[in-house]
């Protein structure tokens, strides 16, 4: 299995910072790698697909870079609503493993 | 955006199958791949396998021998079938859809439904 490592685990950060995740894949993933987001007692939702496509409707604050097996989710201007755990996730071989999490606290 | 809704019990047995549905609501079942997740405070977030409208599966290799998906598309759902839980099942699980349209993601998720493995 592909092992998706996340650093940090946590991440302190204030209104306005620009933040940056990363993520490490175990082995080329080229651009397998989806991002996403989840707050508390709710399922995750997805931010980036591919590495650096944006979802519809999720802010341009965001956004993603990385291939091969370096990633990284970078947010330019660190609202309060983004205050939650994020994900990252391989998409390019079975089964589809996902990171522990950062964690994106104030 | 499609909807997800899972439902089933939220407590099972030790050795007994956990048994949980997906509907689709406010969107078709066809023509995409659809999976379960699970998530606890010891795994993280661990993909269980998905189904395609034809039938076709694919699941995590862990799982093999206790796991099974299946798809109604008449009445737009999926299912989940573990066999033979322990403790070690109990989690919180997700229906998701798996998009493979421009790359390969889950792109709606269900609220979730907490599993709790418990005689």
């Known amino acids: 299995d592909i092992q998706m490592t996340q650093s940090p685990s946590s991440l302190s950060a204030s209104v306005g910072d620009r933040v940056i995740i990363t993520c490490r894949a175990s082995?080329?993933?080229?651009?397998?790698l989806n991002w996403y987001q989840q707050k508390p007692g709710k399922a995750p939702k997805l931010l980036m697909y591919?590495?650096?496509s944006l979802e519809s409707g999720v802010p341009t604050r965001f956004s993603g870079g990385g291939s091969g097996a370096d990633f990284t989710l970078t947010i330019s201007s660190v609202q309060p609503e983004d205050f939650a755990t994020y994900y990252c996730?391989?998409?390019?071989?079975?089964?589809?493993?996902f990171g522990l999490g950062t964690v994106l606290e104030i | 955006q499609v909807q997800l809704q899972e439902s089933g019990p939220g407590l099972v047995k030790p050795s007994e199958t956990l048994s949980l549905s997906c509907t689709v609501v406010?969107?078709?079942?066809?023509?995409?791949?659809w999976s379960w997740i699970r998530q606890s405070p010891g795994k993280g977030l661990e993909w269980i396998g998905s189904?395609?409208?034809?039938?076709?599966?694919n699941y995590i290799p862990s799982l093999m021998g206790r796991v099974t998906i299946s798809i109604d598309t008449s009445n737009n759902q999926f299912s989940l079938a573990l066999i033979s839980v322990t403790a070690g099942d109990s989690a919180l699980y997700y229906c998701?859809?798996?998009?493979?349209?421009?790359?390969?993601?889950?792109?709606?998720w269900g609220q979730g439904i907490l599993v709790a493995v418990s005689s």
């Open positions: 591919t590495a650096s």
């Open positions: 998701a859809r798996w998009n493979a349209a421009a790359g390969y993601y889950f792109d709606s």
């Open positions: 406010s969107g078709s079942i066809s023509n995409y791949y």
């Open positions: 996730q391989q998409s390019y071989i079975a089964p589809y493993t």
């Open positions: 189904i395609d409208y034809s039938g076709s599966t």
């Open positions: 082995q080329n993933i080229r651009t397998y």
